[in-house]
């Protein structure tokens, strides 16, 4: 079995999984919801062009967009990447795809008669964006977002390959000092599982309190 | 008197569906104008045009003083400033209280403090008495509470002009009269509106003038007396029939 110092080790690869996770979900989320409205836009070309940034980061597999990311930057800009930044600018990109198609149907469930009525009292689009949509676009994206943010504690583990120590490269690591495979591994699925878990249900609960409010 | 909206030979399509058919209005200050006609013949579309939110392919459209087809969101921002809606399904904002719903235009469109803006709120909250309902959110209103919540939304405005699309249309009928004593008072008081209803009582009682509308066109219009129980016109006097015997 492990001993008191491989443990600690795999916390601290745990720890770099939640960091980057959420640090992605956070600059992901803020690009996703303006992404989102651009997509929800009426306007055809703003609705494409920002309908192929979705589909360039979403349609392609992470690890990739890792391998171009760390190997490529400094190719063609000569600016060397730690893996670290290269697993935040990954994460972020692609979560910020995902996160601009749930904000995009987040918004566009939001009845039209909300707008016109905004409209009628001489709201401005921003105004209305700010004070009327985003807030009820937020509120119906909570669901999604949570599957997002589970995926993307799932995902994270692709920066491994690049060199970023997060909980599956700290699980190899352990596994070359202690030579047995599958209890490692057995214990650091329990790990995400149990993270995955813990924020599978603070969305239920999120749910639950949103769904209590106001309909 | 003063003419508040004059509406010169509108047309409106959706797609291929020729909606306003070359529509003429008028309506001077301190008029009320009731307008009625069949679900699908544009009086809907036709009274949203007022204040630009249905945008129309040809004619020409001044209301309050303001040119409604001019592609100027300035103007159209300040037009809808001075221009009341109210619609059948109340359209309040689901996730801000009843006074937010009501200050919000005021200190946005109108850049009041938000003490003043509150202060008219109030005002208007006590008239239809739901003062004691300020911090509640609109889906614990009643349909009737809802509506006049949304008519004194629009009232805190101080506007010029108030249209009321089908305002009791989606209301249970035990919760309608107090909707329809509302802008009883509003019309004695002065208000200038355009009121789309089937409630031929409260026209009887309120409007100066009633409007016939059928397939996208004004087909008769007259004193509502008139309009109601004798039109000259065979479509106008089959609908009004229609109405009075439910």
Known sequence: MLNFNQFILLLKGTLLTLEISVLGMLVGAIIGVIIGFLRASKNPIIKNISLIYVEIFRSSPLMIQLFIIYYGLPILFHFNVSPFVTAFIAMTLYISAYMAE???SSIEAISITQWESAYSLGLTYPVITMQIILPQALKIAVPPSIGVLILAIKDSSLASVIGFT?????????RAQTFTTYNVYAIVALFYFVICYAISSIGIFLENKIGNNNT | MEIMVKIKNVHKWFGKNHVLQGVNFEIKKEETVVICGPSGSGKSTFIRTF?????IQKGEIMVCGYNVNVKNKKTIHKLRGEVGLVFQHFNLFPHLNVLDNITLALRKTKHMKKNDAEEIAYKFLNRVKLAEKAKSYPSSLSGGQRQRAAIIRGLAMNPKLMLFDEPTSALDPELIGDVLTLMEE??????????ITHELGFAEHVADRVVFFNEGKIIEEGETKKMIHNPDNARTREFMGQICLK
């Open chain 1, 102 to 104: 749930v904000f995009k």
């Open chain 1, 166 to 174: 997060e909980l599956t490269r700290m699980s190899n690591v352990v």
């Open chain 2, 51 to 55: 204040n630009g939110l249905e945008p």
């Open chain 2, 186 to 195: 509003l019309s004695n008081e002065g208000m200038t509106m355009v009121v």
